[in-house]
C-alpha cells in the first residue's frame, strides 16, 4: 500500500563504489524527484521527471545519473562514491508539476546511504 | 527564488497553541507559501499552502499579513507526535513551483 517506496532504506559502502537507489511510486503521478537531505537537514532537489523527461537538473555532479525506465520509476544510479555523497537520498512524486500551479509533493521514506 | 528564514528550534507542551513564523522579505508578487511538515527518519510532508490572509484545513493554519513579507504556521493544541521539523518554502508560476526550495526548517519538540 505504499504510495511511494524506496530501496534499501540503508546503504553502506566503500569510496569508489557504484550504487543504485530504486524508487517505485503507486499514485498514478506523471512528476518524480530525488532529493539529497545532508547532515544538518537541508533538503536540496537534485533531479525531475515529468513523464520519463528530465525537467530539472540541479548542480549535481554527473555522477549521479537518474533513470526513468517508466513513469512510476525513478532509480539514482551513482559512480565512484565519494564520502561526501553520505546523506538521505528521498524520492518523491507529484501529479505533473506544472511552472504555473502547485501540485503537492509525496516523500518516500529515504534511503540512508553512508560511505566509508 | 525568495529567501526563507525560520527560527531553527522551538519547545512547546502538549495542549499548547504553537506558532511558527517564517520571513521572506523578497517575496515576489506572484509567489505562494507551501508548509512542509517532516518526522524523524520519515520524508517531508504536505501540511498547507497559501497566498493571503487566511487558510485553514483540519491540521494548521497558516495567517499571511498584508505586505506578505511573513507568515505564520499555527499548530492548534500540540501533541507530542506533532514533533517534527517544519519547512517553509516561497515559489511561484514566475520562479517556477517545480523548483521550490526547501530551507533548513523549525524544529519542534513538544514535551508532556
Known amino acids: 500500500d505504499t504510495a511511494v517506496s524506496q530501496t534499501p532504506k540503508y546503504l553502506v559502502t566503500q569510496m569508489g563504489n557504484d550504487k543504485s537507489i530504486k524508487c517505485e511510486q503507486n499514485?498514478?503521478?506523471?512528476?518524480m524527484y530525488w532529493y539529497k537531505q545532508d547532515s544538518k537537514k537541508f533538503l536540496k532537489i537534485m533531479f525531475s521527471y515529468n513523464n520519463k523527461e528530465l525537467i530539472i537538473n540541479e548542480t549535481v555532479p554527473n555522477r549521479f545519473s537518474p533513470k526513468s525506465p517508466d513513469k512510476a520509476h525513478l532509480n539514482l544510479h551513482i559512480n565512484s562514491l565519494e564520502l561526501g555523497d553520505s546523506a538521505v537520498y528521498f524520492c518523491?512524486?507529484?501529479?505533473?508539476?506544472?511552472?504555473?500551479?502547485?501540485?503537492?509533493?509525496?516523500f518516500g521514506p529515504g534511503t540512508r546511504l553512508t560511505v566509508l | 527564488l525568495a529567501k526563507t528564514t525560520q527560527p531553527i528550534s522551538m519547545d512547546s507542551y502538549e495542549g499548547q497553541e504553537v506558532n511558527i513564523t517564517c520571513s521572506h522579505n523578497n517575496i515576489a508578487t506572484n509567489d505562494y507559501i507551501t508548509w512542509y511538515q517532516q518526522f524523524p527518519s520519515q520524508g517531508p510532508r504536505f501540511i498547507i499552502q497559501?497566498?493571503?490572509t487566511k487558510v485553514t484545513n483540519e491540521v494548521a493554519s497558516l495567517f499571511i499579513p498584508a505586505d506578505r513579507k511573513s507568515s505564520t504556521l499555527s499548530l492548534p493544541r500540540v501533541s507530542l507526535s506533532d514533533t517534527a521539523v517544519y519547512y517553509c518554502l516561497v515559489g511561484g508560476p514566475n520562479t517556477g513551483f517545480q523548483k521550490l526550495v526547501f530551507g533548513t526548517g523549525t524544529r519542534l519538540l513538544v514535551s508532556p
Open positions: 499514485l498514478g503521478h506523471d512528476t
Open positions: 518523491a512524486s507529484s501529479p505533473r508539476q506544472r511552472r504555473s500551479s502547485y501540485n503537492e509533493q509525496f
Open positions: 497559501g497566498y493571503k
